[in-house]
């Protein structure tokens, strides 16, 4: 598996202080630390700061990085290191009940309805197996192929593979999902009348 186009130049220029140079690797290779990070939180804010706090400390780091073609290898690890740490980060104070009475309520029936269906897809992304799903949430973040296979370390045809897998069993994992929701609808007698 051959190196990305340029991404030996980017790297060595990147190294020596070449912030133009950095700034397209993050461009290239966010959309695969933000999938990581998010595979691994299950919390798309906190997966944009643990993408951004991995990419700048790849770049105060990169002088050290010994073999430029291990880019891809060595940012998915620092990703995951990232991942690691928040774990360990102590818990969110939680609110009292007077101070949660006073929180705003979401405002419309469209926004809890946005936040329901995100729970959904979110749990029907939780069912792909971890490698189809990091190809599948990369390729949404509108990584190519050659992107994805890069970050991953694959050939682009197992790439291919995965996100056909990953598209055929989220839709049959949400067409469930909505089964079971129907079905719970006419349980409760809450059918709409056709």
């Known amino acids: 598996m051959g190196d990305p186009p340029g991404l030996l130049e980017l790297v060595r220029d990147a190294s020596v202080g070449d912030r133009a ?70 818990a969110p104070v939680l609110l009292g009940l007077e101070a949660a009475q006073q929180m705003a309520l979401p405002d419309t029936f469209e926004e809890v309805a946005r936040r329901q269906l995100g729970r959904e897809v979110a749990a029907a992304l939780a069912g792909l197996p971890e490698n189809n799903r990091l190809a599948f949430l990369m390729h949404a973040h509108g990584s190519s192929y050659r992107e994805i296979a890069d970050f991953l370390d694959v050939p682009e045809t197992t790439v291919v593979g995965r996100l056909h897998r990953a598209r055929s069993r989220l839709r049959a994992l949400l067409r469930d999902r909505m089964g079971e929701a129907v079905a719970r609808q ?9």
């Not at 695969?32 to 951004?52: K, S």
């Not at 700048?56 to 990703?79: K, M, V």
């Not at 006419?186 to 056709?194: L, M, Q, S, V």
């Open 186 to 194: 006419k349980a409760d007698g809450r059918e709409r009348p056709t």
């Open 21 to 90: 140079a950095f700034d397209e690797l993050a461009r290239r290779y966010r959309p695969g630390v933000h999938a990581l990070c998010f595979d691994r939180t299950r919390d798309f804010a906190v997966a944009e700061d643990l993408a951004q706090e991995a990419l700048l400390q790849a770049h105060a780091a990169l002088s050290e990085l010994r073999e430029p073609a291990a880019f891809p290898r060595w940012l998915r690890q620092i990703a995951l290191n990232c991942c690691r740490s928040w774990v360990r980060r102590p």
